[in-house]
């Protein structure tokens, strides 16, 4: 079994930066896997925030680019979220995220960390 576990999250005023966490454990091999992080309001879909490859490409949403940083620290099997310049439509649950390449897929989720921007 994989478990993800996010931290992190708070309140933050709009315009102030936060740093997420998501530390992994479990028999796998963290460096050979890619990680995401994707964030969800209530009543909305989940979405795609950003990705880094096991070989450090990384992806962002358009509207985290230039933001967002994804990182990832092998030897400490986590990956981190830099959010800079957040803005209230940043509020959400944010998720770690990994999947297993098998058919079909299987994706690990942690519990989530809260992040909400309000004054």
């Known amino acids: 079994q994989v478990q993800l576990v996010e931290s992190g999250g708070g309140l933050v005023q709009p315009g102030g930066s936060l740093r997420l966490s998501c530390e992994t454990s479990g028999a796998i091999i963290f460096s050979a896997y890619d990680m995401n992080w994707y964030r969800q309001v209530p009543g909305k879909e989940r979405e795609l925030v950003a990705a880094i490859s096991s070989g450090g490409r990384t992806k962002y949403s358009d509207s985290m680019k230039g933001r967002f940083a994804i990182f990832r620290d092998n030897a400490k099997k986590t990956a981190y979220l830099q959010m800079n310049s957040l803005n209230p439509g940043d509020t959400a649950i944010y998720y770690c995220?990994?999947?297993?390449?098998?058919?079909?897929?299987?994706?690990?989720w942690g519990q989530g960390t809260q992040v909400t921007v309000s004054s």
């Open positions: 995220n990994l999947n297993l390449g098998a058919t079909p897929v299987i994706s690990y």
